[in-house]
């Protein structure tokens, strides 16, 4: 069992940074795909970046250039720094922890089995 706690949300001006963390527990193995995603009201989450244990990464062009994951295997942290943001980025944001898997697939949502409590973002013009 993975536990994914988050923090990091909040209120910012059109243009400003935020900082989004999310400190997993739980796992014992070596291989695994973690992803950052947001959600708007009524609509499906989307993958907004995601990497896996070799070290892949992908990030969806709506945040390309404005947004970056890190992480910090030494805290089991991982980070997503929002450059940039506008309104259009206020959503619910979650973390997402799951099984390996290549490049293609680590934006998409089902292949994700632990999920964050979320924090939401509120980008103000």
């Known amino acids: 069992q993975v536990h994914l706690v988050e923090s990091g949300g909040g209120s910012v001006q059109s243009g400003g940074s935020l900082r989004l963390s999310c400190v997993a527990s739980g796992f014992t193995g070596s291989t695994y795909s973690m992803g950052w995603f947001r959600q708007f009201p009524g609509k499906e989450r989307e993958g907004l970046v995601g990497?896996?244990?070799?070290?892949?990464?992908s990030i969806a062009d709506s945040v390309k250039g404005r947004f970056t994951m890190s992480q910090d295997n030494a805290e089991n942290t991982l980070y997503l720094q929002m450059n940039s943001l506008k309104p259009d980025d206020t959503a619910m944001y979650h973390c997402?922890?799951?099984?390996?898997?290549?490049?293609?697939?680590?934006?998409?949502?089902?292949?994700?089995?632990?999920w964050s409590q979320g924090t939401h973002v509120t980008v103000s013009s």
């Open positions: 990497l896996n244990s070799e070290g892949t990464t």
């Open positions: 997402a922890f799951g099984p390996y898997v290549t490049q293609e697939w680590l934006l998409r949502s089902y292949v994700y089995k632990y």
